[in-house]
């Protein structure tokens, strides 16, 4: 029976046949009603006052739906029986994305999973809901695919299934030897068809991004709808923003605070960690058109997505047609001490004590990070009591030897965070007498000035690429340890200007989560060493190693 259905299709014979028809559109809602809005006054209804919609103008008219009423009406004209839709609204048959493949390896496919669903369904000759399935029907070839795999994906089927494929306007014949052959060389033009239209697609981005244009649906935070004005409260908002990171808080900090305030992202949603970094991080608050670059992560086996200043044909970053929100060297600063691309496994670990990832058990050179465990009710303790401690020997992470209190120890790593805060205050003070200029700015001029007129050199071969390399090389490691001495002098100089906070008054009205960003800040580690006999003081058993941010 399998072998007369592909031939009887080849005769136009459909007769008792059972076909699905796959339908695709890539830029349409797959809402067939029609809202409220579209039922306008040129809307005809029928002559005796039903209420059925008809299309008043072409906007009205769903291609999707116009591909399945084809599609119905050939198979029935040739007596079969049109039984389902495979529908893939907003669905590309050519774009490629990375994927990682069962070996693991990482490989670029077009992900149609509808278009993959329906062969399978076809070999095994059912529908999704039980029915049987004989064959598949789309409108024109452009409508199965634009991509050489999945066409022979599709003559598979057919040639050793024994399943038809077929269109409606005649352009796609998989049932014979010649018409297969025609088919890769259609769908090779089509390939190099939609591989045109994206190049003239880059190079139309590349024209706005070297012309400073902006572009994007969705408005950026600290500017009007028409991307270019500043928006008052949210510029002060990132400006405040880059003072206080420049001055030792924390994005996360930073995050809190603006939904405490109430400050919602353009698309309304509350600010996290993350998406501050992404604000502060975009050159576009210095001014400087960007783009966004994505990037392979052989840790992750993911895609990492980064923004960085487009550069013109001199290499200069462009200047946007908008308005700076903050100047270019606080906008390298705050990247320095924040990075400037995400980070693998930089995701927020929703601790839920003081201590925790902190804390390391310092008996017999142990080093596991300590637990924080409730107490049993047999302990008797008051109720949230808990106490930190090292994960047994069983677990291949600690030595079971080390449990301490976890309140006491709270309270005891609150105080050398305040002590070590209220000493770095103090130096502050009294360095903010310190000179306003950084004194290295000249040999940064002097040697970017270098970069350039050997460069030029180069371009006229005055120099061989060897010795211009070897210069480059060293030169540019010398431009980025200036621009990150200038980045520290500037972060320093913000710090010795602003007006410390009183850490020791406010601290209990900091919530958790800013209580954490200052004792990450403050301590690398602290070693919790075993009681002794008689008990002691529970900070008598700590041993602080402090962050060295010079």
């Known amino acids: 029976m399998t072998d007369d259905l592909v031939r009887r299709a080849h005769w136009g014979d459909l007769a008792g046949q059972r076909w699905a028809g796959l339908v695709r559109l890539s830029l349409e809602d797959g809402d067939a009603e029609v809202s409220a809005r579209r039922l306008s006054k040129k809307s005809s209804l029928p002559a005796e006052g039903g209420t059925r919609w008809r299309p008043a103008t072409g906007r009205d008219i769903k291609s999707r739906d116009e591909q399945e009423k084809d599609a119905r009406r050939f198979v029935e004209s040739r007596e079969g029986q049109y039984v389902h839709t495979y529908e893939e609204p907003d669905t590309s048959a050519w774009k490629r994305r990375r994927v990682r ?190 783009r966004k670059v994505q990037e392979f992560t052989p840790e992750t086996g993911g895609e990492s997505i980064r923004v960085e200043p487009v550069l013109n044909d001199d290499g200069e970053p462009v ?98 965070v305040i002590t070590k805060y209220e000493e770095e205050a103090q130096e502050r003070e009294a360095t903010a007498a310190a000179s306003e200029d950084w004194d290295g700015e000249g040999q940064l001029a002097r040697i970017r000035e270098d970069i350039e007129d050997w460069t030029e050199r180069r371009d006229q071969r005055l120099v061989s690429k060897e010795r211009f390399f070897a210069f480059l090389a060293k030169a540019e490691a010398t431009e980025r340890r200036l621009i990150n001495e200038r980045n520290e002098w500037r972060r320093r100089a913000l710090r010795a200007k602003g007006k410390p906070i009183d850490l020791r008054r406010v601290w209990d009205d900091l919530d958790f989560v800013e209580q954490r960003a200052y004792v990450e800040k403050t301590l690398l580690t602290v070693l919790v060493s075993p009681a002794g006999r008689p008990r002691g003081p529970v900070w008598s058993r700590l041993t602080p190693v402090y962050r060295d941010e010079d």
Not at 255 to 263: C, L, R, S, T
Not at 338 to 353: C, F, L, T, V
């Open 319 to 416: 200047k946007g047609q908008w308005e700076p929100i903050i100047s270019v060297t606080d906008w390298e600063a705050v990247t320095a001490v924040i990075g400037s691309r995400p980070e693998p496994g930089g995701a927020h670990n929703a601790r839920k004590y003081l201590g925790t990832g902190i804390l390391r058990c310092d008996k017999n050179g142990c080093g596991g990070h300590l637990r924080a465990m409730k107490a049993t009710p047999s302990r008797k303790k008051p109720e949230g009591f808990f106490d930190y401690t090292c994960p047994d020997k069983g677990t291949g992470y600690g030595c079971g030897g080390i449990r301490i209190s976890g309140p006491e120890t709270d309270k005891a790593l609150k105080m050398l």
């Open 101 to 290: 493949q069962p070996d693991g390896t990482v490989a670029y496919r077009v992900i149609r999973p509808v278009f993959e669903g329906a062969l399978e369904d076809l070999k095994r000759g059912t529908t999704p809901d039980g029915q049987p399935l004989d064959g598949l029907i789309v409108y024109d070839i452009d409508r199965l695919t634009r991509d050489n795999r999945h066409l022979e994906d599709a003559i598979e089927v057919v040639e050793n299934f024994r399943r038809p494929i077929i269109d409606i306007t005649g352009t796609l014949d998989l049932l014979t030897d010649n018409g297969r052959t025609v088919a890769r060389l259609l769908v090779a033009v089509a390939n190099k068809s939609s591989a045109d239209t994206a190049r003239r697609v880059r190079r139309k981005h590349h024209a706005m991004q070297q012309a400073g244009i902006p572009v994007g649906s969705t408005r950026p935070f600290g500017y009007k709808t028409d991307k270019r004005t500043i928006e008052p409260t949210e510029a002060a908002a990132i400006r405040k923003a880059v003072e206080r990171i420049l001055t030792g808080a924390s994005p996360r900090t930073i995050a809190v605070d603006w939904n405490k305030q109430g400050i919602k992202t353009t698309r309304g949603n509350k600010w996290s960690k993350g998406t501050v970094k992404q604000v502060l991080r975009n050159p576009r608050i210095c001014g400087y058109r960007s």
